[in-house]
């Protein structure tokens, strides 16, 4: 399959201009070939951007909701057009299987109708009759948001803000991770032939200059899925502004359970999806495995390691692998190092994580168990899976606890009262049983307290976010 050259400019108000900023490029992590370059928006582009924005708001929010759905609907219908492109580009991006990738095509289309069945049940419009008249509640647009996206999934995560904050009527200005630049201009694309007024979304390509310069522009909110170090620079950055909505979804060290009673061999093909999916790049991975230090998790960990050991790593184009790479070579490279230092710290290395080409952003699994250890309690974006060994359950869900974090945690188990017992006390905003922890629904919230978010979910709570309630006490004719 040939590599796509995506579009390489800024969508800047409704118009595509050649960035003035630094040049900067992206790789494929899988072949080293080049697949995207060009130049970063400059302050000022960022700027007019912003402005065009503010230029647009009032147009598209006064615009009736029914036509801004059908704007929404016929962007999905572009986007099912061009599903296979989007799916080669964030392949050629970040790496990720082609497999994978097409779902996460999937999931952008299907997120138009999710968003618009989210904004009628968390938002919308009430009325209620009273003695005098009537109660009405309706929900008001932000404003200009500012988008900052992911490179894990570049297309789907941002078109989950993008989607539901147009939908209430906010524009937006979208700023792409400078690690998968590919898809955005697409997406623009989309719009543009759906018949999204121009200025109502920007697109600003670049890196942490071009969004400094976003994050210092008269936004009215601001909208990011990313790292917890970025996320909490925003929050300080937008301390003292609480005009600025800020929604922030940051990651986590997500602890999987594994409990007697449960099937050794079924309960090791679910960590293996949990920890080593999309090549451990999903921020709901499993990065802690929790399992009782008897014959049963024994079992377990022997079944994970001999599953572990035999993934198979390739690029996107090869139909059989399971995992792509990282999204870069010096992503691998840090990966490695993580490792090296969790050994360090007494780990005991049971599979290593090994980068095969210094070039490239291939590695395999590996497994380190950190029992008895002094663990860093930080994210590592990399199928690198810790392992602990505990007495009882009351140590693992301690255990589980013993985080800054709180999006995802799994159990494993067939018994109802040790489930109870897990969801009464993992603090955690995604808990999944018997299911891997990556498992998430579009027709659930998404988000977690602690270092991984600031209470403000994604997924179908994005409504939340993207508007905001007024209130009326309504009598129509003024009486003595």
């Excluded at 999931?107 to 009273?130: F, V």
């Amino acid at each position: 399959m040939d590599m796509i050259q995506a579009r390489s400019e800024s969508l800047i108000a409704g118009i595509w201009e050649t960035g003035a900023g630094a040049e900067f490029s992206k790789t494929c992590p899988a072949t080293g070939a080049l697949s995207w370059r060009g130049q970063a928006a400059s302050a000022d582009q960022v700027h007019r951007a912003v402005a065009g924005a503010h230029a647009a708001l009032s147009g598209w929010a006064d615009t009736a909701l029914e036509d801004r759905i059908a704007v929404l609907r016929a962007y999905g219908k572009a986007l099912e057009k061009r599903k296979a492109e989007i799916a080669q580009l964030i392949s050629q991006d970040m790496g990720k299987t082609l497999t994978e990738s097409q779902g996460e095509a999937a999931s952008m289309i299907g997120k138009i109708e999710l968003s618009i069945s989210a904004y009628a049940d968390r938002t919308g419009e009430q009325a209620l009759d009273t003695a005098f008249g009537r109660f009405e509640l309706c929900h008001k647009p932000v404003g200009v948001m500012a988008v900052f996206g992911p490179y894990n999934f570049p297309g789907h995560l941002p078109n989950g803000h993008i989607v539901p904050a147009l939908l209430a009527g906010n524009t937006c200005v979208f700023k792409p991770s400078e690690l998968a630049p590919s898809v955005a201009p697409l997406m623009a694309d989309c719009f543009e032939e759906a018949g999204l007024p121009p200025g109502c979304l920007s697109i600003v390509q670049g890196g942490r200059d071009t969004g400094q310069a976003l994050l210092e522009s008269e936004i009215n909110g601001l909208l990011f899925t990313g790292s917890e170090r970025t996320g909490r620079y925003f929050h300080k950055t937008l301390g003292g502004r609480p005009d600025v909505m800020l929604a922030l979804e940051m990651g986590g060290n997500n602890p999987l359970i594994v409990w007697d009673p449960a099937e050794p061999t079924a309960a090791a093909n679910l960590v293996i999806q949990s920890a080593f999916l999309t090549s451990g790049q999903r921020c709901t991975c499993a990065r802690r495995l929790i399992i009782p230090d008897n014959a049963f998790g024994d079992a377990v960990l022997a079944e994970v390691i001999d599953r572990a050991a035999v993934l198979r790593s390739g690029a996107w184009l090869e139909d059989d692998a399971f995992m792509g790479p990282l999204v870069s070579a010096e992503s691998a490279a840090q990966a490695v190092r993580f490792q090296d230092d969790l050994v360090k710290r007494g780990g005991r290395l049971r599979l290593a994580l090994q980068q095969s080409d210094p070039a490239l952003g291939f590695v395999s699994a590996g497994i380190v168990d950190m029992t008895g250890t002094d663990v860093p309690d930080e994210e590592c974006f990399a199928p690198l899976l810790q392992v602990f060994r505990v007495e009882t359950l009351d140590d693992a869900i301690t255990l589980a606890n013993r985080t800054r974090f709180g999006l995802s945690a799994g159990l494993v188990s067939d018994d109802d009262d040790i489930w109870n017992e897990v969801r009464r006390r993992v603090r955690v905003g995604i808990l999944n049983r018997n299911r891997p922890t990556v498992g998430a629904s579009g027709k659930l919230p998404f988000g977690g307290p602690g270092m991984s978010g600031n209470f403000r979910p994604g997924g179908y709570y994005a409504a939340d976010y993207c508007a905001w309630p007024q209130a009326s006490q309504i009598e129509d004719q003024l009486t003595v």
